[in-house]
């Protein structure tokens, strides 16, 4: 009697760790797809190739500056446009309420150090990374970029705009590897979840709306500037 319940509570125990390894490997699995299928279009401000577009992801602003994270992925778009990998500047975030601008801030920034008004595009509704980069396609029509984030963010930026149709390099910002950058990693196990959700079935993002000629105009004054 005592053997077999020995026998059954081994079983149980067994069972348990198969179950938690499995999950493990299941959850691991949108991260390997992230990995495998964008780790090559990770490079550089000198060695990623000139693209029309830099689509830079918001990343939090605070009493109407943006966020230390969020001013080195301006300050990444910046390097991109003086070496004129870039010719125009897509800045997409939140806008979901009347005190929280997170285009209008990345927007002033940029300007404010040099980027004409004109070569910078704000979306207002880019309220997580499927939604930026399916409006950047199919609002602004943008079919090749730079993408610019953190470094941790980049390959599910690559993968989720591959799947909205933009052909893009990402170029990411370093950081001290804080408590921010480890909860930013940890954070990417489930996004990349939902990533390969979002790259198999294309939802619509929380808001569409009408196209924008912004990018478009953005791009025609920088060729009728050469």
Not at 134 to 154: K, P, W
Request: proline share 6%; with cysteine.
């Amino acid at each position: 009697m005592r053997v077999s319940g020995l026998l059954r509570g081994r079983r149980r125990q067994r069972r348990v760790f198969q179950a938690v390894v499995l999950g493990t490997l299941l959850a691991l699995v949108p991260s390997g797809w992230e990995f495998l299928a964008e780790s090559s279009r990770i490079r550089t401000v000198a060695d990623v190739p000139s693209e029309p577009v830099a689509v830079v992801f918001g990343a939090g602003v605070e009493n109407g500056e943006p966020s230390a994270y969020l001013a080195h992925r301006l300050d990444t778009a910046l390097a991109l446009y003086r070496a004129d990998k870039v010719r125009a500047i897509l800045v997409t975030g939140d806008n979901s309420t009347p005190n929280y601008n997170e285009p209008g801030v990345m927007y002033s920034y940029l300007v404010d150090h040099g980027v004409p008004a004109d070569r910078v595009v704000r979306d207002y509704a880019g309220f997580n990374t499927w939604d930026s980069c399916t409006r950047a396609h199919r609002i602004f029509g943008v079919d090749h970029a730079v993408l610019v984030s953190q470094d941790y963010h980049v390959r599910r930026a690559l993968a989720l705009c591959r799947a909205a149709g933009i052909d893009s390099y990402a170029v990411g910002a370093a950081e001290p590897h804080d408590a921010t950058w480890y909860a930013g990693t940890v954070r990417e196990l489930p996004g990349a979840g939902k990533a390969m959700l979002s790259a198999a079935f294309h939802p619509d993002p929380t808001l569409l709306g009408p196209t924008d000629p912004g990018v478009a105009e953005a791009l025609a004054d920088a060729a009728g500037r050469r």
